[in-house]
């Protein structure tokens, strides 16, 4: 499933993007090292997985704004020799 223009639009930072997977993972090592539910660590494994395929591999990429300004054309005659 694609993310919708408003979830890309919010989660177009990085830091974002990683907080969220950063979480699921504490989560994650949680339900599986300390809790050991395995319904809870299948289900936030996949949470985990499918954020991991959208938010890493499958987020559209920025195109970088490497666009320099021109210097103004000089005006017609004038070959900017100053005589």
């Known amino acids: 499933m694609a993310l919708k223009q408003n979830d890309l639009t919010w989660f177009r930072p990085m830091w ?12 994650l090592a949680w339900e599986l ?11 936030v494994g996949a949470a985990l997985a499918y954020t991991l395929y959208n938010f ?3 987020f559209p990429k920025e195109n970088p704004a490497n666009e320099q ?3 103004p054309n000089p005006p017609e ?5 100053g005589s």
């Open 56 to 58: 890493f591999y499958a």
């Open 33 to 43: 090292l300390w809790s050991r539910d395995t319904f809870w660590a299948l289900l």
């Open 77 to 81: 005659g004038n070959d900017g020799s």
């Open 16 to 27: 974002r993007r990683v907080a969220v997977a950063v979480f699921l993972t504490a989560w």
């Open 69 to 71: 300004i021109q210097p």
